[in-house]
């Protein structure tokens, strides 16, 4: 396990300091899987992405069904079949869950945990969201007769786009795909990062998954750690931090 390190990224001076650290030769790990949060999409990526494949990483964007966590680690699992060597796997919000048990795919040499849940066996999103909450409340939901939810639109503004301009954060709302609820019941049948390497990204204004549980999850997995002010969008709200994080995973990974 990596040690658990702390590292504040807020712009320009902090992203020098991070460039500036060890290990920024060409990576051993060349591809990539990026791993979307629930009720959004792989697009949440895009920003990333540009800034990865600009330094020559093989990147693949997962998308998910999110009709069930099975079908959604089943969706990863195919990305992973196609990769040419190893894999760093890296995560936003729900996410976390999903590549902390397709981690365990042998080419997976590292995960990266961006705003994510970072679970142990035994634990779902509900048992940690309960454990320290926020504002992101059952009430903030609309659940369908089928289980599959949406979260308000007044609600994913304030709340999940915090820090994303009213009109960016007003679309992801209304371009929602629905997530069955169960997925957040879900509990793990193993942690991935429990014999790999990891990463931590953790939003300091996230008001979803709160801040003290997102260290807290890092601290038991002896994750790496980078703290970046911001909500918790981050793959959006800040690509250059998050994607300098990424590649100094890849770099570090073996």
Same mark, same amino acid.
């Given at each position: 396990m990596t040690n658990f390190r702390t590292l504040f990224l807020s712009g320009g001076v902090a992203l020098g300091t991070m460039m500036?650290?060890?290990?920024?030769?060409?990576?051993d790990v060349q591809n990539i899987v990026l791993v979307h949060g629930g009720n959004v999409d792989g697009s949440t990526w895009r920003e990333?992405?540009?800034?990865?494949?600009?330094?020559?990483? &093989?990147?693949?964007?997962s998308q998910m069904p999110m009709t069930s966590v099975e079908d959604d680690i089943a969706a990863v699992q195919r990305n992973l079949d196609v990769q040419d060597g190893p894999v760093l796997l890296v995560s936003h919000s729900y996410g976390g869950v999903i590549i902390t048990e397709a981690g365990g795919d042998p080419d997976v040499k590292g995960l990266v945990y961006v705003a994510s849940f970072q679970p142990d066996t035994g634990e779902s999103a509900n048992m940690l969201l309960a454990s320290e909450p926020t504002e992101f409340m059952a009430d903030k939901l609309r659940i369908f007769d089928d289980g599959h939810f949406l979260v308000g639109e007044?609600?994913?503004?304030?709340? &999940?786009?915090?820090?994303?301009?009213?009109?960016?954060?007003?679309?992801?709302?209304?371009?929602?795909?629905?997530? &069955?609820?169960? &997925?957040?019941?879900?509990?793990v049948d193993a942690a991935a990062w429990s014999g790999k390497p990891s990463w931590a990204v953790i939003a300091t204004e996230d008001r979803v998954i709160a801040t003290g549980l997102q260290r807290r999850m890092a601290r038991r997995a002896g994750s790496t750690v980078v703290e970046i002010e911001n909500g918790h969008?981050?793959?959006?709200?800040?690509?250059?931090e998050?994607?300098?994080?990424?590649?100094?995973?890849?770099?570090?990974?073996k």
């Open positions: 500036a650290l060890p290990g920024v030769a060409a990576a990333v992405y540009d800034r990865l494949i600009a330094q020559d990483f &093989n990147v693949t964007i007044e609600a994913f503004v304030s709340l &999940n786009g915090n820090g994303l301009s009213e009109e960016s954060a007003r679309f992801l709302a209304r371009s929602q795909p629905m997530t &069955n609820s169960a &997925n957040l019941a879900h509990e969008m981050l793959p959006m709200t800040s690509p250059d998050v994607a300098e994080v990424i590649a100094q995973a890849a770099r570090a990974v």
